[in-house]
């Protein structure tokens, strides 16, 4: 999913649920949208106007969104629940949570000053306007326990089953698990960090230079940068693959397993050369077999 400079939403790909595929492509008439957030199977839009849009798998109500969904600022999808965070800093929640997904969502009502959010498999992870971070769901007590020196945080993103948190130094403090319970620590010399990303079981940092740094299990590729991958302005991970937005507005998809779906305009041109290739070849069939009836002697 992207987010064009129009306020337009261009999607790709497949939605898959147990033995069903759902359409990804965005609703009719999506416009003015100047943020987007992905989940598993469901996806949301933030209207320039603070409203929601939400579309996909409805099996836990992740895109039933609530009437009071205004004034919102920021948005976040877990697997099976979705996030929202208004203007005077609340947070709502809607979905359920777990991996039998019977665990309705709620919020801390302690839960104040909040200015980010982000959402992990069944959790959800909010930051503090003085900088520190408040987890809660289903999740172990590894994971909600957040460590001492998470502090001077601008920036949190959620995986399965762990944290990452950008300092305001640079660094990037990790904490929680992978699911084959690897360590999801930074490596110890990675700094000048300006953005972060985590997928299932692997992790991006971008950093000042313009270079991306991946750390984590390598499962398709994920961990493997592309050639001549620099210029590097944006990052985006999803579960078992990564996007990197370039400075000339170019989108890298590295991925293994799942390559990118050729776009409309990829389409269009190979089937105007395959067309064209076609016709030249019924062409000279037709010259040629003249030419063959006109040598042929007439009794």
């Keep these: 999913m992207a987010l064009k400079n129009d306020g337009t939403v261009t999607t790709w ?23 987007i957030a992905a989940g ?38 877990g697997s099976s629940h979705s996030l929202a965070l208004k203007s005077d ?35 959800s992870v909010a930051m503090r306007s003085n900088g520190t971070v408040r987890i809660w769901g289903d999740a172990p007590n590894w994971l909600t326990n957040v460590p001492s020196d998470a502090t001077n945080i601008v920036e949190i993103t959620a995986g399965g089953q762990y ?6 130094d640079g660094r990037a403090v990790g904490w929680g698990a992978d699911v084959n319970g690897s360590s999801v620590a930074p490596p110890k010399d990675l700094a000048n960090v300006i953005a972060i990303g985590a997928g299932e079981q692997h992790r991006l940092a971008l950093k000042s230079d313009g270079t991306v740094v991946a750390w984590g299990r390598g499962w398709g590729g994920t961990t493997v940068m592309p050639n001549g991958l620099t210029n590097v302005i944006a990052i985006a991970v999803g579960g078992y693959h990564s996007l990197a937005l370039k400075g000339q507005k170019e989108i890298l998809h590295h991925a293994k397993a799942w390559p990118v779906s050729p776009t409309p305009h990829n389409r269009v041109s190979l089937l105007f050369w395959l067309s064209l290739v076609v016709c030249l070849f019924i062409f000279g069939w037709m010259i040629s077999r003249l030419f063959r009836q006109r040598g042929k002697p007439v009794c």
């Design 89 to 123: 800093g609340k947070i709502l929640c809607w979905g359920a949570e777990g991996a039998s997904h019977d665990k309705i969502v709620s919020v801390p009502s302690d839960l104040s000053n909040i200015v980010k959010i982000a959402a992990g498999g069944g959790y």
């Design 13 to 35: 790909g497949a939605c898959l649920q147990g033995n069903g595929i759902f359409n990804v492509a965005t609703p009719e008439g999506l416009s003015n949208v100047t943020a």
């Design 163 to 168: 944290c990452l948190a950008l300092k305001s």
């Design 40 to 77: 598993v199977w469901h996806s949301l839009a933030l209207r320039a106007d603070g409203t929601v849009a939400a579309w996909g798998y409805n099996g836990d109500g992740e895109t039933d969104v609530p009437p009071d969904a205004t004034n919102i600022v920021a948005i976040a999808c």
